[in-house]
């Protein structure tokens, strides 16, 4: 499954691309090992640290940053990151939009609001236009 998932990350994403990863990476307790599948994952990569993360992943080289909670603009759209989704998050009445993983597709939907999971997008990265673009409805199944 590892395998699996590390070579979709690569085919859907370009060494010169940024990811905001919003946590659960890796489960490992080996520092080695976590270093490893960073090393050989695509893009530039930050962590927003999720409840299955530990310090093997906090610490490993290849985040260019690591956080628990970010709020960014790209392209003109407000963005709030965690790992954890908010009921209302700042900027909710303004047009910011929730990123977050977490929940598994499980929740009710809310505006402005993406799961962004990998377990909601066919275990692979989708691009920030993909997410606004669709919204909180799930990929097509691949056959």
């Known amino acids: 499954m590892d395998a699996a998932m590390a070579a979709r990350w690569n085919a859907a994403v ?29 893009g530039t990569k930050h962590l927003v640290a999720g409840n299955n993360d530990g310090p093997a992943t906090l610490a490993a080289p290849g985040w260019a940053s690591v956080s628990s909670y970010v709020e960014i603009d790209v392209d ?11 009921r209302t998050w700042n900027g909710s009445g303004r047009g910011a939009v929730d990123l977050h993983g977490h929940s598994h597709g499980r929740l009710s939907r809310m505006t402005r609001q993406v799961d962004v999971g990998v377990d909601v997008w066919d275990f692979t990265p989708v691009t920030l236009a993909t997410l606004l673009g669709r919204g909180r409805r799930r990929p097509e199944t691949r056959t």
């Not at 709030?80 to 989704?85: D, G, K, N, S, T």
């Open 14 to 42: 370009r060494p010169v691309d940024t990811v905001w990863h919003l946590g659960d990476v890796a489960r490992s307790r080996d520092p080695a090992a976590v270093a490893a599948l960073l090393a050989g994952l695509n």
């Open 76 to 86: 003109g759209h407000a963005l709030v990151l965690c790992h954890y989704p908010f």
